[in-house]
Nanobody, 123 residues
């Protein structure tokens, strides 16, 4: 089992940047594929990005390609999401999640979830 805690959210103006972090504890971090999801008010949870066990492969939803970057540190047991050129439509609660599967773009494939961190982008 793994426990996940997100941080780094906040209020930012359109065009700004944030760095979201997710700290993992429990089973060896390198055993898990890590993903980021988001959920805006009144909308379904959406896949944002995923990174495989070694960090050698990544996947993104089309709407964030070129703006968001996922990375991981298997020594520090963290996964990060650098979010640049933020838009008001990026406003959501961002969740970190873990799975043992790849590829993994569906929330149903993930076994463990963090509590989320709020990102609000003002226009």
């Amino acid at each position: 089992q793994v426990q996940l805690v997100e941080s780094g959210g906040g209020l930012v103006q359109a065009g700004g940047s944030l760095r979201l972090s997710c700290a993992a504890s429990g089973r060896p971090f390198s055993s898990y594929v890590m993903g980021w999801f988001r959920q805006a008010p009144g909308k379904e949870r959406e896949f944002v990005a995923a990174i495989n066990w070694s960090g050698g492969r990544v996947d993104y939803v089309d709407s964030v390609k070129g703006r968001f970057t996922i990375s991981r540190d298997n020594v520090k047991n963290t996964v990060n999401l650098q979010v640049n050129s933020l838009k008001p439509e990026d406003t959501a609660v961002y969740y970190c999640a873990a799975t043992t599967r790849w590829p993994a773009v569906s929330g149903r494939q993930y076994n463990y979830w963090g509590q989320g961190t709020q990102v609000t982008v003002s226009s």
